[in-house]
């Protein structure tokens, strides 16, 4: 039996996914997956195991609590007919491109957030890069013609000869931005979204995952005005990572498709509990976002002074930084391994890049002790 004949070309052409593995006791100093590296204060902790322990894990779990409905409502001055919970916001990716015709277009910001991509060619859809500025990673501003039908459509980078005439001559495009984008810590000018989405054959899908650590507004405020936007959340950023939960909003029409193919059951029940709980505790949360922020604008202050590295400024709980010197990528890497340093690196046009996530204050101490001592080899 030739198992290849029955998978998808789409999925035997992609690689898995693999996180790194952590042993228990390690001294790895993880700074590569963004997650928040404050966990719960002691008096919290008892708190929240009192609070969970009633779960009742025989029932399937119930999505539609009350409790936890109007707390989200009033989180995010939303109406729960406009939002559905995710196993984490990647799922609602998922379900996004799950639920695509397949002439759509994805277009995606390169580089931006690798599961968009991925997702996007499992489900057969068309991907267009849209690579962003060199200087300060924007949007390029030509982006706004960029599947409209013109004589010139030959000459975009995402035009494509079978689409481009169907529809009155238009494509039709999706596309997902992260806003601030990851890794680059940037946003995006909320203009030319907000241009996006006054096209008529665009759907545009604003990830505000990283929002919270800076001072910029949610999109929710616009999902009245445009039925073609959806804004997706998660928990993951600010210290629940390992509950997976995320949100999509979006207007009626929309969320009413999405609802149809959302398995019925995505969320357990002690993760429902844990959020419900940790929404009545936000107060705690807040504060560890406001301390990362503070940490962030220091470590980038300090990052900045080394010779080795071009940083990036950041609206994130992450920075990016790039090499001065290519030749040096192999040194660095060695240097990063035999020190147990976690952070990410990128391939392609951006392999001599990387991203650190925001540690906490005695983490990111270390990693600039780590980082000088590199420097004053170079
Ligand atoms: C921009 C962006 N969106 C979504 C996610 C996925 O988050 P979740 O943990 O909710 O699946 C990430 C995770 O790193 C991310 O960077």
């Given amino acids: 039996m030739k198992i290849d004949n029955f998978i998808k070309e789409s999925v035997i052409n992609l690689k898995p996914y693999i996180p790194i593995e952590i042993e228990q006791d390690s001294n790895l100093l993880k700074l590569d997956a963004n997650e928040s590296n404050y966990t719960l204060n002691k008096s919290l902790k008892k708190k929240y195991a009192d609070f969970i322990k009633g779960t009742l894990i025989n029932l399937y ?22 939002f559905i919970f995710g196993n984490g916001s990647d799922e609602l990716i998922s379900i996004i491109l799950a639920s695509l015709k397949k002439d759509i277009i994805v277009n995606i910001p390169y580089p931006t957030f690798s599961m968009y991509e991925i997702i996007a060619k499992y489900n057969d859809l068309k991907v267009n890069n849209i690579n962003l500025l060199e200087d300060f990673f924007e949007l390029p501003p030509d982006i706004l013609n960029q599947g409209a039908a013109s004589p010139a459509c030959e000459k975009r980078s995402n035009c494509y000869d079978d689409e481009k005439i169907e529809n009155g001559g238009r494509q039709k495009n999706i596309y997902f931005f992260a806003y601030p984008n990851n890794p680059t810590g940037n946003h995006f000018s909320s203009d030319i979204l907000l241009n996006l989405l006054d096209g008529k054959n665009n759907i545009v899908v604003i990830d505000e995952a990283y929002l919270m650590f800076s001072d910029k507004e949610s999109f929710i405020k616009y999902l009245n005005k445009y039925e073609n936007l959806i804004v997706l959340k998660t928990f993951s950023k600010i210290g629940l990572a390992g509950l997976r939960f995320g949100m999509l909003f979006a207007g009626d029409k929309l969320i009413n498709e999405f609802k149809k193919i959302k398995l019925p059951y995505n969320i357990n029940s002690l993760t429902l509990a844990s959020i419900e709980f940790f929404l009545n505790n936000y107060r705690f949360f807040e504060k560890n976002v406001h301390k990362t922020v503070v940490q962030r604008d220091t470590l980038f202050l300090k990052l900045k002074k080394l010779n080795f590295i071009n940083v990036y400024k950041s609206d994130a709980n992450f920075i990016f930084f790039g090499l001065i010197d290519e030749n040096i990528k192999s040194a660095f890497d060695a240097f990063l391994k035999k020190h147990n340093i976690a952070i ?21 101490d270390k990693i600039i002790e780590y980082f000088k001592e590199f420097d004053s080899t170079k």
């Fill in 344 to 364: 990410r690196n990128f391939t392609g046009r951006f392999e001599n890049f990387y991203r650190i996530t925001v540690g906490l204050p005695s983490e990111n």
């Fill in 61 to 82: 779990p119930d999505s539609g609590n009350k409790r936890l409905i109007r707390l989200l409502e009033n989180h995010y001055s939303a109406n729960s007919d406009n």
